[in-house]
């Protein structure tokens, strides 16, 4: 796992919150941008990718892989949040539904704060250190002992957290204000699921 704070250029982070792309996408509608388009952004959110993932991943290596994204926008108005604290998962692809055995996870995760001013809202994250299957990440989570396998990183504006996807994670609830998120996995091939 590596932290990196003050991620991107101050100019693109706002361009980013201020455009209509980041406010119109529904919370959590999974989309995917192709690494053939990686040089050629065509909106603020993949001119944002393309910032965060420049020195951390080369295009070259997955010619048939690109970044699925997503956007959660989570505030506390009038005292209620109006989502809970996220279920403990891994960020995997299930192409056998039936056994739910055949995960596929994606090479690496991150998740950006573009814009963050709230108590709580933490990044949670597990030391597991291996791919579990269905049966055993079940298994897991109704063992897991939160006070000694879990790391909690504070969301904080323009943070960028990157770590391995089949690790087992989640955000925590929001007491106040508000905590914007920027999710994102690079794939290597990509899955047969994203449009």
Known sequence: MKIY????PEAI???LIKSSEYHS???ATYKFWNFKDFDSPIDPIQTALHHIW???VDPKHFPN???EYWINL???VDGKHKQAPAMWHPDVYEPDTKTRDNWDSGILGCVYYPYVKCVGGFFEICDNNTKLSHK???NYVCTLDESTQVERIKAKTNRAIFFEPYRIHRASRIHQGFRECL???VWENKPNNLK
Do not use: Q
């Open 5 to 8: 704070d003050d991620h991107i």
């Open 13 to 15: 982070r706002l361009e």
């Open 25 to 27: 996408l529904p919370r």
């Open 54 to 56: 420049k020195d951390n």
């Open 65 to 67: 892989g690109g970044i």
């Open 74 to 76: 989570d505030k506390v």
């Open 136 to 138: 055993e990440y079940v």
């Open 183 to 185: 999710a994102s996995t």
